[in-house]
């Protein structure tokens, strides 16, 4: 299992630290959702937020989060897309797709990809809750 590295710019400085918490990966384009999920998961998470697959692809070349919570349309792709190679870099990864865009076929091909979970936006802190119970 590979350790958590967290990188902080500051100056041209570089600074790691090492969580006690386990790791969430938040990937969504909207700042608002990223800022809520990281407020609802730090009793039982470290977390940390991205808005692109691009950046998600940098984040999982360093860090083996616990879970990924994965928006659907992002600016660089569908998330949908990029579940497996997440699910085959890290296997024992949970991933909940998060998305506004709810159909039947999406959370089939979602969770055909390898999704753990589906969410609708809008969400409720008690329906993350849940979910993490569930699939923790």
């Given at each position: ?63 083996e989060?616990s ?23 890290y ?46």
């Amino acid at each position: 299992m590979r350790r958590h590295v967290e990188v902080k710019y500051t100056a041209s400085v570089l600074e790691e630290s090492t969580p006690s918490k386990p790791l969430a990966l938040i990937v969504d384009d909207e700042t608002d959702i990223c800022f809520l999920l990281k407020d609802i998961l730090q009793r039982k998470f470290e977390s940390s937020s991205v808005t692109s697959l691009a950046e998600a692809k940098l984040y999982l070349q360093l860090n083996e989060p616990s879970i990924i919570f994965l928006d659907n349309k992002l600016s660089d792709g569908l998330g949908i897309d990029h579940i497996h190679s997440f699910k085959e870099q890290y296997p024992h990864t949970k991933i909940v797709m998060i998305t506004a865009y709810d159909n039947f076929s999406e959370k089939e091909m979602a969770f055909k990809e390898g999704a753990d979970y589906f969410i609708n936006k809008p969400f409720s802190i008690k329906t993350i809750m849940e979910t993490i119970q569930t699939i923790t």
